[in-house]
């Protein structure tokens, strides 16, 4: 079937031919026949722009196709939807405003723009009849963009929770699991190997995980654009980045992972949105998950998300959240889904709308329980003082146990397990805590899920 203009082919632009961009031009030349079936017309890359076009690629296109020529790309007619994943909120922001300009629809995989320019990204492609798709935003190969724009569009949605990293999963399960393996080889007296956290970054980036810059995945930025656009689609409202509470994977110990075993949890980078009746409240941090929970149970470069809808309750998504092959999943889903409706000669297409502004409410008013780990001087009376300095800020200790001591220095560490308790006031007693004499550090301080 040809297109409503008599064409039997339809055009793509490739910006980008690393990890994503060439698993997607794979499936777009060894699956072409399938696609053409499906949707009605040939998809063909018309080009692919890189930076360097002698770097060695993946898949071979035709003679040609390569450039570094952006520009020609956003000026060929011949294209007609433009699949732009380079990255990055710039030059990224400004190929895709000239592209819809152009009249052309646009694919990304880009979660960084999305989240932070999103809505007007969308709102201006849509007033000239165009679509901006970016189901590869978020959690890789997992469908998770489509089923919030329509699939739960009936749901009034009260809590997203997520492990949407694939890097920092990838590095956090290998760390419980070396923390796990070194403290057994520990209790045979044996010395455990070293490495950990280092070498399974260089890992996750070896397969395609990590980000072109690292430090987006183990800080937790990557994670808060993907719980941005998340939360903006589930909850109707808008919810930038910034207003989202974020930290990082870098300060954990070992300590921390055998602590939390022996606890019955799993430590995992949450991010996590609520909704309840004065605002939402949007967070990604490392946290302590029950082993019972299914997120607890979630490894490597697999993701999970979690919505609790009120007429469906909660619905769980998971599978491959990054790497070549899963994202060109997603990739080539809204490349087939924009061809069919160039085929059809739709230009009007459901457009998701913000229903009005929800208060974002700072994490002060988060209540959940916490854990935390102190180091102390070694002598009588430190855990009545802390356990004070706690109780005068309404922080009531659920269990405490002295995990490590060190005779020679004469210190230990104390893991304390709160009940809930409002993160203001948490807060409020780690400062006071910090200034005890007794106290030489608050090693770690994570929040608890349950
Ligand atoms: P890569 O670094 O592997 O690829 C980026 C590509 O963009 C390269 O081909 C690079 O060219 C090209 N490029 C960068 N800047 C320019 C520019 N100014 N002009 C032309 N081309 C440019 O990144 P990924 O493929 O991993 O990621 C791409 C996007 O997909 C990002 O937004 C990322 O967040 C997102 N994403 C990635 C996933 C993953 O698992 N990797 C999963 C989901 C989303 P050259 O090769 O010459 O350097
Ligand atoms: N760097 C990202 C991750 C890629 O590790 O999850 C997928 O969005």
């Given at each position: ?157 009260s809590s997203i929770r997520a492990i949407i ?69 589930g909850f109707r409202t808008r919810v930038h ?210």
């Amino acid at each position: 079937m040809p297109t409503k203009d008599g064409r039997s082919q339809i055009g793509v632009g490739l910006i980008g031919l690393g990890v994503v961009g060439s698993g997607v031009a794979r499936a777009l030349l060894e699956r072409s026949d399938y696609f053409a079936r499906q949707v009605g017309a040939e998809l063909v890359i018309r080009r692919a722009a890189v930076r360097n076009l002698t770097r060695p690629r993946a898949v071979e296109l035709p003679p040609g196709t390569i450039t570094n020529d952006v520009e020609a790309l956003l000026a060929d007619p011949a294209i007609d939807i433009v699949v732009e994943v380079m990255g990055g909120e710039e030059p990224a922001g400004t190929y895709i405003r000239r592209a819809i300009a152009s009249g052309k629809h646009v694919v990304t995989a880009n979660k960084e723009l999305i989240a932070k320019s999103g809505t007007e990204l969308l709102a201006e492609a849509h007033r000239r009849g165009l679509d901006i798709m970016f189901e590869a935003s978020v959690g890789g190969g997992i469908p998770l963009i489509a089923p919030l724009r329509r699939d739960l569009l009936a749901n009034r949605i009260s809590s997203i929770r997520a492990i949407i990293n694939g890097t920092t999963n990838y590095i956090l399960t290998r760390m419980a699991n070396a923390a796990a393996v070194a403290e057994a080889l520990r209790r045979q007296g044996l010395e455990p190997p070293t490495g950990g956290y280092q070498e399974a970054l260089r890992e996750a980036q070896e397969l395609g995980y990590a980000e072109p810059d690292p430090t987006n995945d183990v800080q937790g930025h990557d994670a808060a654009y993907k719980l941005a656009i998340m939360a903006t689609l589930g909850f109707r409202t808008r919810v930038h980045p910034s207003q989202i509470h974020t930290e990082g994977i870098t300060q954990l110990s070992p300590s921390d992972f055998l602590a939390a075993l022996e606890l019955g949890y799993a430590i995992k980078l949450l991010a996590i949105a609520e909704r309840t009746d004065q605002g939402i409240i949007a967070r990604v941090a490392p946290t302590f998950i029950p082993l019972s929970e299914p997120l607890a149970r979630v490894d490597g470069v697999y993701n999970a998300v979690q919505i609790h809808g009120d007429l469906t309750g909660t619905v769980l998504f998971q599978g491959r959240g990054a790497g070549s092959e899963p994202t060109s999943s997603a990739v080539v889903a809204d490349l087939l889904d924009l061809a069919h409706a160039i085929v059809l000669g739709t230009r009007e297409r459901k457009y998701w709308g913000p229903e009005g502004d929800i208060p974002i409410l700072g994490l002060e008013h988060l209540e959940t329980r916490y854990y935390l780990r102190v180091k102390v001087t070694d002598k009588p009376g430190v855990l009545a003082q802390i356990a004070r300095t706690l109780g005068d800020h309404h922080v009531s200790i659920a269990a405490v146990n002295q995990k490590e001591t060190d005779t020679d220095a004469r210190t230990a560490d104390l893991v304390i397990m709160t009940h809930r308790a409002r993160e203001g006031a948490v807060q409020a007693a780690l400062r006071e805590l910090a200034t005890l004499p007794v106290v030489i550090q608050v090693s770690a301080f994570l929040r608890v899920e349950s």
